[in-house]
């Protein structure tokens, strides 16, 4: 069965960097985009990211760009997300999620791991 | 940005009963909707794609209509399970959600 399971979430302080993982496992990595979603306390979903099956495709919300860096390992079968100059606006829980697009990407999404929370504070 | 709207907020309903939510969109999407339900401290479920296509092992007491701007999330006979919150999402373009519809015991 389909498994996401992300790491690397934490407390950080404004303006450091964290990187994300998200480990898959019970498909064919490789064939498929990947996604990240976050949901800031008490609040609804918000796109992130997203990379294409073979890394060829990366786009992001005009929100997003410039501190967030998605990335793939598809000998690993793992997703990142790095992010740096983190705000406490960037508090959230942080899904991967898989687009049920085979080589090719629908943006929506299928799977989604458990999240991981990260939390910047001083 | 394409804005996605839901109504009601929050939606007080009895087991058994039939229920309705609404998304409207910004523009027109055609059909590029999804729908999830989100239970506290959970990830999504995917549920219901291209607006009216139920996923594989989604019950169907679920089904969405509409096109263009206006869409709906209809369960037929609530069931305890289906306590949760349901989120619309446009993929017409880069993806985005509604608010999010509280769907709670009367």
């Not at chain 1, 997300?81 to 999404?109: K, N």
């Not at chain 2, 206006?70 to 373009?93: G, M, N, R, V």
């Amino acid at each position: 069965q389909v498994q996401l399971v992300e790491s690397g979430g934490g407390v950080v302080q404004p303006g450091k960097s964290l990187r994300l993982s998200c480990d898959a496992s019970g498909f064919v990595f490789g064939d498929y985009g990947m996604h990240w979603v976050r949901q800031a306390p008490g609040k609804g979903l918000e796109w992130v990211a997203i990379i294409w099956h073979d890394g060829s495709k990366i786009y992001y919300p005009d929100s997003m760009k410039g501190r967030f860096t998605v990335s793939r390992d598809n000998s690993k079968n793992t997703l990142y997300l790095q992010m740096i100059s983190l705000t406490v606006e960037d508090t959230a829980v942080y899904f991967c999620a898989r687009d049920p697009g085979h080589f090719g990407s629908w943006y929506y999404f299928d799977y989604w791991g458990q999240g991981t929370q990260v939390t910047v504070s001083s | 940005d394409i804005q996605m709207t839901q109504s009601p907020s929050t939606l007080s309903a009895s087991i058994g009963d039939r229920v309705t939510i609404t998304c409207r969109a910004s523009q027109s999407i055609s059909n590029w909707l999804a729908w999830y339900q989100q239970k506290p401290g959970k990830a999504p479920k995917f549920l219901i794609y291209k607006a009216s296509t139920l996923e594989s092992g989604v019950p169907s007491r679920f089904s969405g209509s509409g096109s263009g701007s206006e869409f709906t999330l209809t369960i037929s006979s609530l069931q305890p399970d289906d306590f949760a919150t349901y989120y619309c999402q446009q993929y017409k373009k880069y993806p985005t959600f509604g608010r999010g519809t509280k769907l709670e015991l009367k």
